[in-house]
């Protein structure tokens, strides 16, 4: 994508997300009293939506028109981003062990997921159309459920392929093009007003059963 057509919106809504990533992890990692109830809610916002936000932009930019050959040398730079930040992550923190290479940690992860999920939709994409792949991506979400560990960022990867396979149905049809901006604030409003009045009115914050996986359940939003 050249500067002439470079779309604008989405560059403005992953810098808001990065934002909202900084400031969730702000709240989930601060100390002295700053897990108030405010801001608990906040943090309860944020993470109902900046993940699966962040994936939904990531398929939108997953080309399956191109070539394999294409599509494989982007699928080995991502693993070799991620083999590159795996060592640099384990000689910083000085410790290996089998169970830190199965299981990637802070945002190598999302890396992992993106391999998957590149691989998944480009070859699904061959063989069915995108609505029968989307419905088959909330099928895996669901039955990820069932999976006892998050090995290898596997469940994660199940958890989110629905929004990467959104994205992709979204660059297909245009919606970014589409929408003017306007319309893309008053619409990104009316969610962040959606989810602040469930997450004031609920009894339970923790979504991240849904949202992460297993490995994450245990952790509550709100602070108790």
């Not at 939108?60 to 981003?81: D, H, P, Q, R």
């Not at 009045?197 to 914050?205: A, D, G, L, M, N």
Request: overall charge positive; aromatic content about 14%.
């Amino acid at each position: 994508m050249t500067s002439s057509n470079r779309n604008t919106k989405l560059d403005t809504i992953k810098t808001i997300l990065i934002f909202f990533v900084i400031l969730g992890h702000i709240i989930q990692n601060g100390k002295d009293g700053i897990e108030n109830d405010i801001n608990m809610t906040v943090k309860t916002c944020i993470f109902s939506f900046h993940m699966p936000l962040f994936v939904l932009i990531s398929g939108y930019f997953c080309n399956t028109s191109c070539s394999i050959a294409k599509m494989g040398k982007k699928v080995i730079e991502l693993f070799a981003t991620f083999i590159v930040f795996q060592a640099i992550r384990i000689g910083i923190s000085g410790h290996i062990s089998v169970s830190s290479l199965l299981h990637p940690q802070y945002t190598l992860w999302y890396l992992l997921c993106i391999i998957y999920w590149r691989i998944i939709y480009y070859f699904a994409s061959k063989i069915m159309p995108e609505n029968l792949i989307f419905i088959c991506s909330i099928a895996i979400c669901l039955c990820s459920g069932f999976i006892g560990t998050n090995l290898l960022s596997f469940q994660r990867a199940c958890v989110f392929f629905p929004f990467f396979v959104l994205g992709g149905i979204f660059r297909t049809y245009c919606i970014f093009e589409k929408i003017d901006n306007t319309k893309l604030v008053f619409s990104l409003i009316g969610i962040a007003i959606s989810i602040t009045i469930y997450t004031v009115i609920s009894e339970s914050y923790n979504i991240t059963l849904f949202l992460y996986s297993k490995e994450t359940a245990h952790i509550p939003l709100k602070k108790t």
